[in-house]
C-alpha cells in the first residue's frame, strides 16, 4: 500500500502542477464543427434532417388520423384543413402525413441501420486487411473482389425472398451486408497509408504493443474518412431501400416507406399528384441533405485545411 | 562499463526488390557489412547522399528494419535476433526523433498524450498525474510550455513540432537518441534553435547521440565522430577535427567541398570542385570500390579489388587504395 | 545609374492578397525589384516569407482568388493583367520557370524528349523531327549524362537531379531572357547541388540570360547571385550586392539569419545564435516592424511605426536602427 500512499501524495502536488487552465484550446473536433458552422449548406442539411427526424417521431402524435385507418369520408382528397388532413389522403383514405412521416421513421431507421452494418463489418474486415498485410490482406480483398462481381441486387432479391416477405430486420441486413464492400476498401486504403506513417513507427520505436497502436493510432486517425463516408452511405441506402420497396420487395403494407408511399403515388400521378409530391419530397430533401452533410464535413475534418 | 555499449559487427541490411512481373526479386543492399562502436555519451554522426542506408543502419540498430546479417550488440547483449517481444523492454534504452515534425506525432493525440505514450509503456508504476507532472517537465526542457500539454499537433510550428518529438524521445531518459534529419525539414532561422537543444541535451543527460543527416555542418557541431557511407559500406570514419580538418577519403573531400558556404568570395569558387555524377543504382552497385566511378584518382585496381577497411593509428578508418599517395599530394 | 542599365524585368510595389473566410492574408507587400541581363538576384527567405508568391504573380500563375497589384514589366512589357493567351506565349518563350519538384512539373506518362520537343513545336513551330533533334542538343546543354538514351525514358526513370537537368533543358528550348529558379535544389543532395548551381552559373553566363534565384539557404546564394533581396513576412527587409549583404549585412534580420547557420568553415566552438521564435504567419500581420518580435534590439518605436525602405551603405534596408559597418566588422 506503499505505493499508493506515495502516489496520493503525489497527487496533491501533481494536481498543482498541472491543473493549468485549458488556455484557449482548440480541438480537432471542435475545429472541425467550427469550419463545419460556416459551410451554410452543410448547416442547412443538417437542421432540416434534425427537423424531419423529430417531425418523424412526434408528428403522427399530433394527428387524429393513425396511419392504418382508412378514412371513407376522404378517399384521395388533396392537402386540406377540414378533416385535418394536411397533405390529403391516398386511394384508401389514409392520411398521406401520417403515412409519409411512418415513411420518413422507415427510411432513417433502414439508412442508419443498414449503413451501422455496413460500417461493422466494412471497417473491422478493412482494418485487419490494411494493418496485417500481406497474404491475408491479399485474400481478404480478393473475396471483396468477388463479392462486387456479383450482382447485388439478386443477391438482396434472393435473401428477400428467402426469408420472410417484408420482414424489416431481413431487409436491414441485406442492405447492409452488401453496402460493407466498399467500406472495407475504403478502410483498408487508409490503414495502408496510416502504416507507413512516421508516427506509428514513433509508436513501434516505443514499445507500444500492436492492440495499442491499432487502438490509439490506427483507429482515432480512421473515424474522419470513415464519419465521412458514413454521411454519404446513409443516402446511398435509404434509396437502395426505396427502390426494393418501389419493386415490391421492401416494407409490406399497410406499413409504408418513402419508396412504396412513391410507387403509390407514381400509378395516381395524373389525377392525385400530391400522392406523389409529399413523398417524394421528403425523400428527395433528405438524400440532398445527407449529400451536403458529407461534403461539408469532408471539407471540415480535411487535415491539410487545419 | 564492460562490454559494449553500442556495437555493430559486420551488419548487413538487405530488402528484395521485386523485379516487375515474372522477373526475379533482386537484392538492394542498403547496409552492406558496417562495424562500429559507439561509447556511452558519445555523438556519432552518419553522413553520406541520399540512398546511401544511412537511415537504415539507424533503423536496424532499432530494430525497426530487419537485420540480414551481423551483429547488433546493445548494453553488452545481442538484439539482432530477438523477437518484438524481448525487444519491447529494451526499447526504454533507445529513442528515435523523426525527420518530418509533424507527420512523427500522431494528429488525433494531445501532446501531452504524445509525449506520455513512452511513459505509459514502460513505467506502468506510475499514476496518470506523475506522468502528468513528469511530460510538463519535459515540455519545459525541450523550451515548450506546460499550457501547451492539452493541445493538438496541428497548433504547433514545424520547430514546436520537433521539440515535442525529441520530448517524446527523451522522457524515459534513454541511453541512445537516434536523430534521423532531425533539422532538414525546418526553417533556417528555426534549425539553429534544434541544435542548440540537442547541443543541451547531450550534455546535460549523457545520452549517445546517433546523429543521421547530409548537413554536414551540423553533424560537425554536434558530433564527436563521422561515419561517411555509400551505398551501404563506410569509406571513413574518423574523429571529426581530423575528418573535418583533413579528410583523407575522396568522396568525404568531395561531399565537403560540396557544402556551400554563405561567403561571396570562397562560395564561387568551391561549386567547381564538388563532386561529379550522382550516386550509382544500389541495385547494381560498381565492382571493386563502389565509390570508383565518380572517383577522378580512380585507377584499374579499384575496378577489380574492394578496399578493405584499414585501421589508422589516430582512431580513423578508412576504405581507399590509394589514400597515402592522396594524403601526399594534398 | 538604373537607366544604364537594360534591366531585363522590373518589379514595381508588387502585392499579393487573398481574401480567406479567415481573413485576409497579406502575401506580398509591396516588393520592388530590377533584374539586368546576365545577371542573377538571390531572393532570400524562410517559408512563408512570400518569395515564391513574388515570382508565382509574375508567371500569372497564382490561384484565381489570388489578388494581384503593382506592375511587372518583362524588357518593358506588362506582365500583370496581360492577355492570358499573350501571357502564354510570353511564358516558356521569353520567361521560364523551374521548381522545386520536377516531378509534379514533368507529365508521368510521356517520354522526356517528348516534353522537350513539344515546347518546340508549341513556341517556334518546329516540325516534331527538328524538335526531337533540337531537344537532345538541349538534354546535352543541360549536362545530362546519356542523353541521347534519357531522350525516351520516362521521368520516373531518372533521379531527382537528372530530373531538375531536364527541368532546365525544357526552360531553355526557346532562349529565354529570364529564368526564375524556384528552390530548385532544395530537394537534392549537397553533392548534385552544387552541380545544378554551377550549371545554372555557367548558362546563365554563356546566355546573358537573367536568373532569379530563389531560396532558403544563404550559402547558395554565395554562389553565384549578384544581387541579393532578403524577404520576411512578405516584404524586402534588404537589398543590395552580395558582398554587401553577406559580409556586411546592415538588417538585423539578415544577420541574425547568417549568425544562426551553422558554418563548415566556422570555428566549432563559436555558439550557433538561434533567432528566437517562429517565423511570422501571412495570416497574423504583425503591427511595426514585421520581425520586431524576434530582433534582439527592438525599441518601442519598432512596435508601432514600421520602417520603410531606404538607402544606406549602398544597400536598400528596411531598418529604423541599422547596423552599422563598425558593430558588423567585429562579429564577421
Request: charged residues 20%; neutral net charge.
Amino acid at each position: 500500500m506503499a505505493g499508493s500512499i506515495r502516489g496520493c501524495g503525489m497527487n496533491s502536488v501533481a494536481s498543482t502542477a498541472v491543473a493549468t487552465p485549458r488556455v484557449a484550446e482548440r480541438g480537432l473536433w471542435s475545429d472541425a464543427w467550427r469550419r463545419l458552422r460556416r459551410n451554410r449548406a452543410a448547416m442547412v442539411a443538417l437542421i432540416w434532417i434534425l427537423l424531419v427526424a423529430v417531425l418523424a417521431v412526434v408528428g403522427p402524435y399530433f394527428s387524429p388520423h393513425p396511419f392504418d385507418e382508412l378514412d371513407w369520408d376522404h378517399m384521395g382528397v388533396p392537402p386540406q384543413m377540414e378533416a385535418a388532413h394536411w397533405l390529403g389522403t391516398d386511394r384508401l383514405g389514409r392520411d398521406l402525413f401520417v403515412r409519409t412521416m411512418y415513411g420518413v421513421r422507415i427510411s432513417l431507421q433502414i439508412g442508419l441501420l443498414a449503413t451501422f452494418v455496413s460500417l461493422l463489418i466494412g471497417v473491422v474486415w478493412g482494418a485487419t486487411a490494411g494493418y496485417v498485410g500481406g497474404r491475408i490482406d491479399h485474400w481478404m480483398m480478393r473475396f471483396v473482389d468477388v463479392l462486387y462481381a456479383l450482382p447485388y441486387i439478386f443477391i438482396v432479391i434472393i435473401l428477400s425472398t428467402l426469408f420472410e416477405r417484408g420482414n424489416i430486420f431481413v431487409l436491414f441486413f441485406a442492405i447492409g451486408a452488401v453496402g460493407w464492400l466498399t467500406m472495407a476498401r475504403i478502410v483498408r486504403g487508409q490503414a495502408l497509408s496510416l502504416k507507413r506513417r512516421e508516427f506509428i513507427e514513433a509508436a513501434l520505436a516505443s514499445g507500444v504493443s500492436t492492440p495499442a497502436i491499432l487502438a490509439r493510432h490506427i483507429v482515432p486517425n480512421l473515424i474522419g474518412p470513415v464519419i465521412i463516408y458514413v454521411t454519404l452511405t446513409i443516402p446511398q441506402m435509404i434509396l437502395f431501400e426505396s427502390f426494393l420497396s418501389f419493386l415490391g420487395l421492401g416494407v409490406q403494407e399497410p406499413l409504408a416507406s418513402l419508396g412504396s408511399l412513391i410507387n403509390e403515388g407514381a400509378q395516381e400521378m395524373e389525377s392525385a399528384v400530391w400522392m406523389l409530391l409529399v413523398p417524394a419530397t421528403f425523400l428527395v430533401t433528405l438524400l440532398m441533405s445527407f449529400n451536403f452533410l458529407g461534403d461539408g464535413l469532408r471539407d471540415a475534418l480535411d487535415p491539410r485545411d487545419a | 562499463m564492460s562490454g559494449a555499449f553500442l556495437k555493430l559487427d559486420a551488419l548487413r541490411v538487405y530488402f528484395s526488390v521485386s523485379g516487375g512481373w515474372l522477373k526475379p526479386a533482386r537484392k538492394l543492399k542498403a547496409v552492406d557489412g558496417v562495424s562500429l562502436e559507439i561509447a556511452p555519451g558519445e555523438a556519432l554522426g552518419i553522413v553520406g547522399e541520399s540512398g546511401c542506408g544511412k537511415s537504415t543502419l539507424a533503423r536496424a540498430i532499432l530494430q525497426l528494419v530487419d537485420v540480414t546479417a551481423g551483429q547488433v550488440v546493445w548494453l553488452g547483449r545481442p538484439i539482432e535476433s530477438l523477437t518484438v517481444r524481448q525487444m519491447r523492454p529494451l526499447r526504454a534504452s533507445m529513442q528515435i526523433v523523426f525527420q518530418d515534425p509533424l507527420a512523427s506525432l500522431n494528429p488525433r493525440m494531445t501532446v501531452g498524450e504524445i509525449v506520455a505514450e513512452p511513459l505509459r509503456v514502460h513505467r506502468a508504476d506510475l499514476s496518470r498525474e506523475q506522468r502528468q507532472t513528469e511530460v510538463a517537465q519535459m515540455l519545459e526542457r525541450v523550451g515548450l510550455s506546460r499550457d501547451q500539454i492539452n493541445r493538438y499537433p496541428h497548433e504547433f510550428s514545424g520547430g514546436q513540432c520537433q521539440r515535442i518529438g525529441i520530448a517524446r524521445a527523451m522522457i524515459l531518459k534513454p541511453k541512445l537518441l537516434v536523430c534521423d534529419e532531425p533539422v532538414s525539414a525546418l526553417d533556417v532561422s528555426i534549425q539553429a534553435q534544434i541544435i542548440n537543444l540537442l547541443e543541451d541535451l547531450k550534455r546535460e543527460s549523457g545520452t549517445s547521440i546517433l546523429f543521421v543527416s547530409h548537413n554536414l555542418a551540423v553533424v560537425r557541431r554536434l558530433c564527436e565522430r563521422v561515419l561517411v557511407l555509400y551505398l551501404g559500406k563506410t569509406m571513413e570514419l574518423a574523429p571529426s577535427a581530423a575528418l573535418f580538418g583533413a579528410p583523407l577519403h575522396p568522396y568525404t573531400r568531395g561531399l565537403l567541398a560540396s557544402v556551400p558556404i554563405p561567403d561571396p568570395d570562397l562560395q564561387p569558387a568551391r561549386l567547381e570542385t564538388s563532386l561529379t555524377g550522382e550516386l550509382p543504382s544500389p541495385l547494381a552497385p560498381p565492382s571493386g570500390c563502389v565509390f570508383r566511378t565518380r572517383c577522378e584518382f580512380a585507377i584499374e585496381r579499384c575496378t577489380v579489388e574492394v578496399p578493405v577497411l584499414e585501421q589508422l593509428p589516430d582512431n580513423r578508418q578508412i576504405a581507399c587504395h590509394r589514400w597515402q599517395e592522396l594524403q601526399l599530394k594534398a | 545609374m538604373t537607366s544604364a542599365r537594360s534591366n531585363v524585368l522590373e518589379i514595381e510595389s508588387l502585392s499579393v492578397r487573398y481574401e480567406t473566410p479567415d481573413g485576409a492574408v497579406q502575401a506580398v507587400a509591396d516588393i520592388s525589384l530590377e533584374i539586368a541581363a546576365g545577371e542573377c538576384i538571390g531572393v532570400v527567405g524562410e517559408s512563408g516569407a512570400g518569395k515564391s508568391q513574388a515570382f508565382l504573380a509574375v508567371m500569372g500563375l497564382l490561384a484565381p482568388n489570388a489578388q494581384v497589384a503593382g506592375d511587372a514589366r518583362l524588357r518593358g512589357r506588362e506582365l500583370l493583367g496581360a492577355d492570358p493567351r499573350a501571357l502564354r506565349d510570353l511564358r516558356g518563350a521569353e520567361l521560364a520557370m523551374i521548381f522545386q519538384d520536377p516531378m509534379t512539373s514533368l507529365a508521368p506518362h510521356i517520354v522526356v524528349g517528348d516534353q522537350i520537343a513539344e515546347v518546340l513545336v508549341v513556341h517556334k513551330n518546329m516540325s516534331w523531327r527538328e524538335a526531337r533533334a533540337q531537344a537532345l542538343q538541349l538534354l546535352e546543354q543541360a549536362q545530362v549524362t546519356d542523353a541521347a538514351r534519357r531522350l525516351t525514358q520516362y521521368p520516373h526513370e531518372l533521379s531527382g537531379g537528372m530530373r531538375q537537368r531536364v527541368m532546365i533543358a525544357i526552360a531553355l528550348a526557346c532562349d529565354p531572357v529570364m529564368l526564375i529558379a524556384d528552390e530548385p535544389t532544395t530537394a537534392l543532395d549537397v553533392s548534385v547541388q552544387a552541380q545544378i548551381l554551377s550549371l545554372l552559373k555557367r548558362l546563365m553566363r554563356e546566355r546573358g540570360m537573367a536568373l532569379a534565384l530563389i531560396t532558403h539557404d544563404l550559402g547558395v546564394v554565395a554562389g553565384l547571385a549578384d544581387q541579393v533581396a532578403v524577404l520576411y513576412a512578405g516584404r524586402i527587409v534588404e537589398s543590395g550586392s552580395v558582398r554587401k549583404l553577406l559580409k556586411n549585412p546592415s538588417h538585423p534580420y539578415t544577420a541574425a539569419l547568417l549568425r544562426s547557420m551553422p558554418r563548415i568553415d566556422a570555428p566549432v566552438d563559436e555558439p550557433l545564435v538561434a533567432i528566437g521564435g517562429q517565423p511570422p504567419s501571412p495570416r497574423q500581420p504583425i503591427a511595426g516592424c514585421p520581425f520586431h518580435p524576434r530582433c534582439a534590439a527592438a525599441p518601442s518605436r519598432c512596435t508601432t511605426e514600421r520602417p520603410e525602405l531606404r538607402r544606406i551603405d549602398g544597400a536598400q534596408v528596411a531598418c529604423h536602427f541599422p547596423r552599422s559597418n563598425s558593430a558588423s566588422a567585429i562579429t564577421l
